[in-house]
């Protein structure tokens, strides 16, 4: 196994709800700009959540994007401005461990 060398804060998985039909589009873009290393596109999402005062329901898709934490702000604003909502769900999460051999495979992907 591979040593870990670098901090597990230098990656970040960041979730991402967005309509069905535009999932493939934005995962594309997130990894043709080097955004991402690795996204993956959870289908048949039930969200249910508040919007604008009213409880609201919807199919969406999940993408789960692998990257680092030096890249979020470009990922943030690269879905900003192709996402179809006016506030889409843009959440991080810390990486607090991992395999340290596809940690060093995001790296090299975004080299």
Known sequence: MAKQNKPYADYTVVLVTTPAEEAPALAEVLLQEKKAACVNIISGVDS??????????????????????SLLNDVISLVKARHSYSVPEIIALPVSGGNPDYLGWIDRSLV
Do not use: M, N
Not at 48 to 69: F, M
């Open 48 to 69: 249910r959540y508040w919007w604008q005062g009213r409880l609201e329901s919807a199919r969406e898709s999940l993408l789960v994007i692998k990257t680092k934490t």
